[in-house]
């Protein structure tokens, strides 16, 4: 997550968000302790029993969490990608200096692209990759507008998916699709609803479980808007284009806002932009989705949590799991919420 993608676009590559598979771990268990969180150790599963090596290239963003920065010695040995990179964007403190680095490891990213591609990327083709990607953010931002005003008229699991597609195919097909998906959706006449609206946020880096997000909604919620990677986080802030398109880059990584924990952000508070998220939507509550084991989560929860009871909003924490996700507890958790909302 967070790699700017325009780079690797511009150069002429795919760049695909590497996913977890859906498969219990098994020889990962001898190269990463249990109690890494599921997504990492899913993924070195794939690596050691060759899943992975359809891919040309990686790139890993290793300063997302530290659980990420052990993959790269395990790919190096099993996968043996043609590309590998390493990228090192900094946390987000205030100050030149934390700018200066990130943009010095942009362009060092560009140059070890070029070497590989034996390609030139030149502005004018950054400036046209970024203008695609933007172009993909705005038809998002449309769909989850659509979704806000009519938030029946997909489900989440199906919204999560159309992002996803994004993440893994060429952006241009994905913003055609959009462009013939969105007219019809806005065609569409949908009842106003009287159901509880909450907002799911978390799961940092990964797609949440689809059985907790359809349990949400048989539970007679409905989830207008959130706050997850793999939604809103994703599209969130187009590149403003600028004459220097790294820098333009740059300045997109250093947004504070949506704040993410990956980021290291403490001077904008997450339980402040995600009360705005419930004013707008004028959701009743906040489902936190929090990946076991994962620490950037962890470490950002106790605050948010406090900070929710302190401006009185409802917020019930689901901790989901790899393997053994106990939907039962899950279910019980979520009903108990649903009725302390006011539902049935
Ligand atoms: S779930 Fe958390 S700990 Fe695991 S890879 Fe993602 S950000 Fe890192």
Redesign the pocket.
């Known amino acids: 997550m967070q790699v700017p993608e325009e780079i690797v676009h511009a150069a002429g590559l795919i760049p695909v968000v590497i996913w977890r598979g859906n498969e219990a771990v098994t020889w990962g268990h001898s190269h990463i302790p249990p109690y890494?969180?599921g997504?990492?150790r899913s993924f070195i599963d794939d690596a050691v029993r060759g899943k992975l090596g359809f891919m040309d290239g990686m790139i890993f963003h290793v300063r997302?969490?530290?659980?990420?920065m052990d993959i790269p010695l395990i790919i190096e040995r099993h996968v043996k990608p043609e590309y590998m990179k390493l990228l090192y964007l900094p946390p987000v403190y205030p100050g030149e200096a934390t700018r200066d680095f990130l943009i010095s490891d942009l362009e060092l990213f560009k140059k070890s692209l070029e070497e590989y591609t034996g390609n030139t990327i030149t502005d004018d083709m950054l400036k046209s990759s970024i203008a695609v990607y933007n172009e993909n953010r705005s038809l998002l931002e449309r769909l989850y507008e659509i979704r806000r005003k009519k938030p029946q008229i997909l489900t989440s699991a199906e919204v999560m998916k159309i992002v996803w597609a994004g993440m893994l195919m060429q952006k241009e097909d994905h913003n055609e699709l959009l462009k013939e998906l969105l007219p019809l959706m806005e065609a569409m006449t949908i009842e106003p609803t009287t159901k509880i609206k909450v907002i799911p946020i978390g799961?940092?880096?990964?797609i949440p479980p689809f059985d907790v997000l359809n349990m949400i909604e048989d539970l007679g919620m409905v989830i207008p808007d959130d706050d997850l990677y793999v939604g809103s986080r994703y599209f969130a802030n187009k590149v403003n284009m600028n004459d220097n398109p790294i820098e333009a880059l740059a300045e997109r990584h250093l947004k504070k806002t949506p704040v993410c924990p990956?980021k290291g952000v403490w001077d904008v508070l997450w339980a402040d932009d995600v009360e705005e998220m419930v004013k707008l939507n004028n959701a009743s509550g906040v489902i936190s989705i929090h990946?076991k084991?994962?620490?950037?989560?962890a470490c950002y929860y106790p605050d948010f949590k406090s900070r929710m009871i302190e401006k009185g909003i409802p917020e019930i924490l689901v901790q989901v799991e790899h393997e053994m996700l106990s939907m039962e507890g899950i279910k019980t958790r979520l009903q108990s919420f649903t009725e302390s909302l006011g539902g049935e």
């Open positions: 890494y969180c997504i990492v997302q969490c530290l659980l990420i799961c940092l880096c990964q990956t990946v084991f994962c620490p950037p989560h």
